[in-house]
């Protein structure tokens, strides 16, 4: 009988030990995480009185643990103008941040999409995205103190139609001026797989096997006339380009990105990096950069981040 008790209290023992040690194992790599990166999500980056789509109007900041006044890459992710979901970056940002770069994921009002689902049959056109992105800046400039991010180590980028809206924003003056703030504020952009010259574009895809999409598509996110494309590439800014840039770009997309490097190359800037991916397409060079472990195109990121502060 004594045997079996202390049989029962030995088992009962390891049971606890056991509990004890997930319990604990748990708590080392929820704290592990919180050492490398704090998130604030759903921040507003407007006044009650500006908002016009509280639910897309926002920004994710993730920011790292460690150190303070860190740079901070403001990021517009991808999905043609029209079904961008600041959330689908967050592992990218996470990513950045562990190497000690706060990153903000921005949301802006989006463009219809009829093309690739017939919900998405509503929304607004150029220049809202731009307008969205500029107060965001203004936000997050004006909220750097409190968050702990350098004011002075602004970087933007983004990827494919983001990427198209940080080349704008850093080249166009007018939107960051209509918020009281300047284009030469950043250190440096990071256009990812992205058009840059809205004619081109649309010109691409009227002789392209879909030519329905020049209207479906770009018409709706830029509207219907020459100039309209004219004044929403960043191509045309071209002038106003004086801080470093890193130009990266997938297979898929390296013809967009050459006219930009190209159109470059007929100025006296110098002050940037190309890079090409030729082994992956759009969507894989995404989950490169947001999924993979080691990669080594969000090595380059990081580095140009670190050289240009």
């Known amino acids: 009988m004594a045997k079996t008790l202390c049989a029962t209290k030995s088992n009962q023992m390891k049971k606890?030990?056991?509990?004890?040690?997930?319990?604990?194992?748990?708590?080392?790599?929820?704290?592990?995480?919180?050492?490398d990166y704090t998130i604030h999500n759903n921040l507003s980056y407007l006044s009650k009185e500006s908002i016009s789509n509280d639910s897309l109007q926002r920004l994710n900041l993730v920011l790292p643990t460690k150190g303070d006044k860190y740079p901070i890459l403001i990021w517009i992710g991808g999905g043609a103008w029209s079904y961008v979901d600041r959330k689908q970056e967050?592992?990218?940002?996470?990513?950045?941040?562990?190497?000690?770069?706060?990153?903000?994921?921005?949301?802006?009002?989006?463009?219809?999409?009829?093309?690739?689902?017939?919900?998405?049959?509503?929304?607004?056109?150029?220049?809202?995205?731009?307008?969205?992105?500029?107060?965001?800046?203004?936000?997050?400039?004006?909220?750097?103190?409190?968050?702990?991010?350098?004011?002075?180590?602004?970087?933007?980028?983004?990827?494919?139609?983001?990427?198209?809206?940080s080349a704008l924003i850093?080249?166009?003056?007018?939107?960051?001026?209509?918020?009281?703030?300047?284009?030469?504020?950043?250190?440096?952009?990071?256009?990812?797989?992205?058009?840059?010259?809205?004619?081109?574009?649309?010109?691409?895809?009227?002789?392209?096997?879909?030519?329905e999409l020049a209207k479906l598509h770009v018409e709706a996110v830029f509207g219907d006339e020459k100039e309209d494309f004219r004044k929403a590439s960043p191509i045309t800014y071209l002038h106003n380009l004086s801080v470093p840039i890193l130009l990266i770009s997938d297979n898929n997309v390296y013809n967009y990105s050459r006219i930009f490097e190209e159109r470059v190359r007929t100025t006296e800037f110098r002050d940037m990096q190309v890079v090409y991916s030729y082994h992956l397409s759009h969507g894989e060079l995404w989950r490169n950069l947001s999924y993979d472990e080691e990669s080594i195109y969000r090595e380059i990121m990081i580095n140009f981040i670190e050289t240009n502060l």
């Open 90 to 165: 967050m592992d990218l940002a996470k990513k950045f941040a562990k190497n000690g770069i706060a990153v903000a994921s921005i949301g802006h009002r989006l463009s219809p999409a009829i093309w690739r689902d017939s919900t998405l049959n509503t929304g607004i056109q150029h220049p809202k995205h731009i307008e969205d992105v500029a107060a965001s800046v203004k936000w997050l400039y004006e909220n750097a103190d409190k968050y702990g991010y350098d004011r002075d180590g602004f970087f933007i980028g983004g990827f494919s139609s983001g990427a198209h809206l």
């Open 170 to 211: 850093s080249l166009d003056s007018t939107y960051l001026k209509q918020v009281g703030l300047s284009h030469k504020l950043f250190k440096g952009i990071i256009p990812v797989s992205g058009a840059y010259d809205i004619i081109d574009y649309h010109n691409v895809l009227l002789n392209s096997d879909r030519p």
């Open 16 to 35: 606890l030990v056991t509990l004890l040690s997930i319990v604990l194992l748990a708590s080392n790599l929820l704290f592990g995480q919180l050492e």
